[in-house]
């Protein structure tokens, strides 16, 4: 049986007047959109102008070929399920069909069980794929541990249990690799649209091209390379969360149908006419200052507006000192479980030099130092020297005008850049120098 709130978008394909009605009242009754078509002809031109989660198709339409339009339908709309209705006579053809690419076949006649089953079997992988999606995404970036003694973010929590429950456009602030994207996943978590995918977006990695592509989708030929059609982020988060992060780099030229999709929910695919809505909650996030780039003419003023109807500030782990050793241990039990290693937890010198150190990098930067610690002890206590952090700094670097020379302070200031960026190539970008000058700085300090 299908759940309202999972109702699915369907469409119907068969030359029968009396088998469209008849499917059509069955699938109505249990929630479903459903659109019916009885040639190819028709059923291409409601795939250009809508989204459909699963096609019921009748092999036999006439003088049309139901295999040749179901290899369109896979180049059309690949992640659309295909349900094969055929007589008892053409098994053999649905066997063909199923073998390039349809998901099940129906016998025709079938009762309205039969269908309904059918409908919500294939609608639940759908679903289950995009679950999948969306919990490898968070696999692939781990984040902070949200459990916390520090009344600094025990209140920044509570806020965001607060507004959760509602649809309001949440703005997450911080330093890079304080946890801003566990914080806006936590979010749609603790929101009524949990059951939906919480979709992400790496701003920082795609030009404008591919930025609109990527978030609207495309149609098939809209550009050299685009074989198929794609979707987009925005129809995947439909129903759910879309969390933006690094919206600072988002590029300039796009964000005018950003912020049109953001107040209206519509937009369109790359070279498509055809406008499309979609119901999603945006969740951004961001360590740069925005209002400084809105005066630099570097970021919209009105889509800041937008974006943060509330916004959240993490506070860096130099100021959640109480978190440092609990935050430590969690990372060693994972990394210990991980790797096989034989570590079973922190000499008391090693937790002095945890506590001591001010962790410019944040809770990214711990989870790094635990990861290399695990891996090169061998004994079952790790020591200072296992964590390679140096003495401890108050400050977290440097003091401007401090008795430094220009090399301690560079040495100082890549060190932090280098533990606050996902990879070299953004830290490079971060310096304004290239790739291969950072490598030299590396091994001249030693880092």
């Not at 982020?233 to 030229?253: C, H, K, M, T, W």
């Not at 149908?257 to 929910?265: A, N, S, T, V």
């Not at 809105?294 to 970021?299: I, S």
């Not at 490079?428 to 950072?438: N, Q, V, Y």
């Amino acid at each position: 049986m299908a759940d309202s709130g999972h109702s699915g978008r369907i469409l119907l394909v068969d030359d029968e007047a009396a088998i469209l009605r008849t499917f059509r009242y069955c699938l109505e009754d249990q929630g479903y959109e459903v659109a019916g078509a009885s040639s190819a002809a028709q059923a291409e031109a409601l795939l250009q102008r809508q989204v459909f989660d699963l096609c019921f198709l009748d092999l036999r339409l006439g003088d049309d070929n139901g295999l040749d339009l179901l290899a369109q339908m896979r180049v059309q709309a690949p992640w659309m399920r295909v349900v094969i209705v055929t007589a008892h006579s053409a098994v053999d053809t649905a066997v063909d069909a199923m073998q390039a690419g349809a998901a099940d076949y129906l016998v025709k006649p079938c009762s309205p069980e039969q269908l309904r089953l059918a409908a919500a079997k294939q609608l639940e992988v759908r679903q289950l794929a995009a679950r999948l999606e969306a919990l490898e995404d968070q696999v692939r970036q781990p984040g902070a541990h949200l459990d916390s003694r520090s009344p600094a973010l025990m209140a920044v929590l509570e806020t965001a249990r607060q507004v959760a429950g509602t649809d309001a456009n949440i703005l997450i602030l911080g330093e890079s690799g304080t946890g801003k994207g566990e914080l806006a996943r936590a979010i749609h978590g603790w929101s009524k649209r949990a059951k939906k995918a919480c979709v992400t977006i790496n701003c920082p990695s795609l030009t404008a091209e591919l930025m609109e592509s990527e978030l609207f989708g495309h149609s098939r030929g809209a550009f050299t390379g685009a074989s198929e059609s794609t979707l987009g982020r925005v129809n995947q988060a439909d129903g759910g969360s879309l969390f933006l992060d690094e919206i600072g780099d988002f590029p300039l030229p796009l964000q005018p149908k950003l912020l049109r999709f953001i107040q209206d929910k519509e937009y369109e695919r790359v070279g498509d006419p055809v406008t499309r809505r979609a119901d999603v909650r945006i969740l951004a996030a961001t360590n740069l200052d925005l209002e400084q780039m809105v005066g630099e003419g570097r970021f919209r003023e009105d889509l800041l507006y937008r974006l943060n109807v509330i916004t959240l500030t993490l506070p860096p782990l130099r100021e959640r000192s109480e978190d440092v050793l609990e935050l430590a241990e969690g990372f060693l039990a994972r990394f210990v479980r991980e790797y096989a290693r034989p570590v079973h937890g922190f000499s008391d010198a090693a937790r002095e030099a945890l506590q001591g150190y001010a962790w410019p990098g944040n809770i990214r930067e711990l989870r790094n130092v635990i990861e290399r610690a695990s891996i090169i002890c061998n004994a079952e206590l790790i020591e200072p020297e296992h964590l390679g952090l140096g003495e401890p700094v108050e400050s977290g670097a440097p003091r401007i005008g401090a008795a430094l020379s220009l090399e301690q302070l560079e040495k100082a200031h890549i060190t932090a850049v280098l533990a606050t960026s996902e990879t070299l190539d953004q830290a490079a970008r971060t310096l304004g120098i290239d790739a291969s000058t950072l490598y030299r700085k590396r091994k001249q300090f030693g880092l």
